[in-house]
């Protein structure tokens, strides 16, 4: 690989406006540039946001939605401009590497209940999605989707 200067960034913003309401929202920021031209290797941009409202002892709610924007230069040849072939195992062609793009969304949501101690019931939704152009949120494709549930019980033997 080409000699690289890397740049990272970590933002993070806490508000409790409530006791109930506990949010937080992380902006992180990565980049990678060549030494030889400043050009871009990779870069990724990386906002978070993290909500949690307990609405009583009992039951919690919680919200993660993060949103990745990543952008990867094809590969070169370290000690020159000339381009990285990848050589098909099948047929023997030769391709070039090339530049790629990559926005994906994911929305996890969670809902707890804790009736007494021991006993504990969660429920969670889980979608990924990706975007056809960074933060347009206009042409979103869903990838995946996940649910569970899950129910623990304490029983004690007398």
Do not use: C
């Not at 902006?27 to 990678?32: D, I, S, V």
């Not at 990745?68 to 401009?81: T, V």
């Not at 347009?136 to 304490?154: A, H, M, P």
């Amino acid at each position: 690989t080409a000699q690289a200067k890397r740049r990272d960034v970590n933002v993070t913003i806490d508000l409790r406006p409530t006791p109930q309401l506990r949010t937080s929202l992380v902006m992180l920021h990565q980049e990678f540039r060549r030494l030889r031209d400043n050009t871009t290797i990779l870069r990724t941009n990386i906002p978070r946001l993290r909500m949690e409202y307990q609405l009583s002892r009992a039951i919690f709610f919680r919200f993660i939605g993060q949103y990745e924007s990543r952008l990867r230069d094809a590969y070169r040849d370290p000690d020159g401009e000339h381009p990285i072939l990848f050589r098909d195992e099948d047929d023997g062609t030769f391709t070039r590497s090339e530049r790629s793009r990559t926005n994906g969304l994911r929305a996890d949501w969670l809902f707890s209940y804790f009736p007494s101690p021991g006993k504990v019931l969660y429920l969670g939704y889980g979608a990924s999605l990706t975007d056809a152009q960074a933060f347009r949120f206009q042409e979103l494709d869903r990838t995946s989707d996940g649910f569970f549930v899950k129910l623990s019980w304490l029983y004690r033997v007398p």
